[in-house]
């Protein structure tokens, strides 16, 4: 992975996090909150879990372990 895929995927993380948001306002005023946490649930963890992998990611290539790639020009 280089360094531009990186920050694309940490933005569709991010995206993904603040579209588990959106998913549940609009799904709790439709269907009620039950739905509404079982409709964002998806899209928070997958989110979650995409930002923990990056956390990960960038930690091992600051201490040197695991080398993100520069983006070739």
């Known amino acids: 992975m280089d360094r531009s895929g990186f920050v694309r995927l940490a933005l569709v993380a991010l ?8 998913v549940r306002g609009f799904s709790q005023l439709v269907f009620g909150r039950g ?6 649930a998806p899209f928070a963890v997958v989110g979650f879990l995409l930002l923990v992998y ?10 040197g372990l695991w080398r993100l790639e520069d983006a070739e020009s």
């Open 15 to 22: 995206g993904l996090v603040v579209a588990s948001f959106f």
């Open 35 to 40: 739905v509404a946490d079982l409709l964002q």
């Open 54 to 63: 990056l956390f990960v990611r960038a930690t091992l290539d600051a201490v």
